[in-house]
């Protein structure tokens, strides 16, 4: 009789599925000479960053945990916290695209923002965050009076 415990055991040297590495290498190849792309191994994924040269461009990245992504686009807010399942992935190249396209506006208020993005079926994604400081008060309609930035294309 053969011992069979630890067969079915993961083997931890070999690399995590990634759902979105296909996604960061097109966007490395086309964005050649128009902004930097960097994929880094994280504990469990990996992290993409996506800095244009384009100082009015929008930089932006995400976090691919294989079961989880975790899209940035905003200083504060732009957070979309995903599943990896394909039309999450899909959402997650369209809004990369639409930034990459410039059509990403972000509203700042103090501690705060509000991201923007339009997809190319025109429909609008807008994710609100912010880090509060103690003793804060509320800013009631906030994004109508604060500064907003329309940001460029790479291109």
Not at 14 to 22: E, I, M, Y
């Amino acid at each position: 009789m053969t011992d069979e415990r630890g067969l079915d055991e993961p083997d931890t040297d070999q690399p995590p599925r990634t759902p979105t590495l296909k996604v960061a290498r097109q966007l490395a190849k086309e964005l050649a000479g128009v902004a930097t792309v960097e994929v880094d191994r994280v504990k469990g994924g990996i992290s993409v960053s996506i800095t244009p040269s384009n100082p009015d461009a929008r930089a932006f990245g995400w976090t691919d945990f294989s079961d989880e992504l975790i899209l940035g686009v905003g200083d504060y807010g732009g957070r979309w916290e995903l599943e990896a399942g394909p039309e999450d992935v899909a959402l997650l190249e369209d809004i990369a695209r639409s930034v990459i396209a410039g059509r990403v506006r972000e509203v700042f208020a103090a501690g705060r923002s509000a991201v923007s993005v339009t997809l190319a079926n025109g429909s609008v994604e807008t994710e609100i965050g912010g880090e509060v400081p103690a003793g804060c008060l509320p800013l009631p309609f906030w994004r109508r009076w604060s500064r907003s930035v329309q940001y460029a294309p790479y291109r």
